[in-house]
């Protein structure tokens, strides 16, 4: 009986989910894995496999990668907020007639004693916060502070927490925090307590690595803002873990 020839899987990474498929698909000798990475992290953590870096330019110019270099299937395992980046993969899957999975961590649950606040954009959680507190813990990343920039929130002032430094706009009274994930529950506690936290902001990411903010700040009785995370293309099947995505690789594999 013949041997199937091996998938060639491309992983649209950048996740910590994005590097547990590859270090388990590099394993599989009937798997070819390339990882793409946005470039956007001066010094991401690379997964094991072929890797590359940097755009594709639009579904038009991943759909022509996969086609040049004999992609058989495509994982979408970018952050939960990279909404074009998933329009694109589904875009380009569609224009390249290959499978897509999205991978997708789950989402964070609300839980007794937490005073979440959800909001549909970083541009409504800004709106929210005169009415919360006034020294905010912005953990929404590097991207995207102009919104939290405007005239109405100056007398707010913003520790943001990134992997890298911010850019302009960024919000007028601010301190950044350079730091990377995973958080523990103890540092979480004493960075809410030292620079006198009363109100939070966070996307929902889901996962474990930063969610231990949230329970301190349950702890200590303070609101969180939650940006909520635009839904997944229609139609893309998804997977919580890279158990379950590399399960999917393996009957693509089995069917040949």
Known sequence: MPV??????????????ARRLAESLAGDRGVRVTTSLAGRVAAPRMPPGEVRVGGFGGP????????EHGVDALIDATHPFAAAMSRNAAEAAALAHVPL???????????????????????????????????????????????????????????????????????ARMEVLLDRGPFDLDGERELLRRHRIDVLVTKDSGGDATAPK???????????????????????????????????????????
């Open 101 to 171: 999975l999205a991978l997708c961590r789950p989402g964070w649950v609300a839980q007794d004693g937490d005073r979440w606040h959800s909001a549909g954009s970083l541009a409504e959680a800004a709106g929210l916060l005169p009415a919360l507190g006034e020294r905010v813990f912005l953990t929404t990343g590097r991207m995207g502070l102009a919104a939290f920039a405007g005239a109405g929130l100056d007398a707010l002032w913003f520790l943001v927490r990134s992997v890298d430094a911010p850019e302009p706009p960024c919000p």
């Open 214 to 256: 949230l329970t301190a700040a349950r702890e200590a009785g303070i609101p969180v803002v939650v940006v909520r995370r635009p839904p997944v293309p229609e139609g893309v099947p998804v997977a919580r873990t890279p158990d379950e995505a590399a399960r999917w690789v393996a009957r693509l594999h089995a069917s040949g």
């Open 60 to 67: 038009e110019g991943l759909a022509a990668w996969v086609r």
């Open 4 to 17: 199937p020839a091996a998938v060639h899987v491309l992983v649209l990474g950048g996740t910590t989910e």
